[in-house]
């Protein structure tokens, strides 16, 4: 029910405000999985900032030689490891600067085979710009962490529940302190919003295993004003 408010609110977004950047955003990656499915379902365009690479060219070669590499090979760690040789050998040999950011996406990428295929992996790569630069108009799905200082024209605020606002190991540590840096890390989420700011509370959310649990809202869920 959640994922699906969420797809219809976007597509009303997007069809009425086809320039305005709109974030959707969670505590975790994990809270959010369910929405990205849901949009990725629906055909609905955005794009992911969980699988950052800085450089426009490691990106370019990547979705180049893919095609070739998903042809020839049948296991993703091979396609990787071929896909990795195959962008190396357009590098200049003079290119350190290439060739080590061609060894950390390859590493990112590797890691992410334990959640995804290799294709999907580099369809949702992203060239991390200034952070200074504006959001692109358009769907952006992120986590709390991510796009330090960027801000949105419209923003779902993702998973109002304990143990994902304030996330669970703060409150198993049972430090105020971190305590206090999750309802700051909250604050910064909802500060992104320039116009429009929603906020999701469910009732059972996924976990980390791919099951579902009955949560409380969050502590914080009454400092939310409607307006």
Not at 42 to 49: D, L, M, S, V, Y
Not at 95 to 100: F, I, L, S
Not at 207 to 220: A, V
Request: hydrophobic share 40%; proline share 6%.
């Amino acid at each position: 029910a959640e994922a699906t408010a969420v797809c219809n609110l976007l597509r009303r977004w997007i069809a009425g405000h086809p320039g305005d950047s709109v974030g959707v955003i969670a505590r975790t990656a994990n809270r959010r999985k369910f929405i990205d499915q849901a949009i990725e379902d629906q055909g609905i365009a955005a794009e992911r900032w969980d699988y950052p690479i800085h450089s426009p060219l490691i990106v370019s070669l990547l979705r180049r030689h893919t095609p070739e590499v998903l042809a020839m090979r049948s296991d993703d760690q091979g396609r990787l490891q071929e896909l990795y040789l195959r962008c190396l050998v357009d590098l200049a040999d003079d290119d350190v600067d290439g060739q080590d950011e061609l060894i950390e996406a390859a590493e990112l990428l590797e890691t992410l085979l334990d959640e995804t295929t290799l294709e999907n992996a580099i369809g949702n790569l992203r060239v991390v710009g200034d952070p200074e630069d504006p959001a692109s108009p358009g769907i952006h799905l992120l986590n709390g962490h991510l796009g330090k200082g960027q801000q949105f024209t419209r923003v779902i605020v993702v998973g109002m529940e304990e143990a994902f606002i304030p996330n669970y190991p703060a409150m198993a540590s049972g430090d105020t302190q971190q305590i206090r840096d999750e309802l700051a890390v909250l604050h910064v989420m909802a500060s992104r919003a320039q116009e429009d700011l929603v906020f999701t509370v469910a009732e059972r959310v996924p976990t980390t295993s791919g099951g579902l649990k009955t949560r409380e809202p969050s502590r914080w869920l009454p400092l939310v004003e409607p307006f």
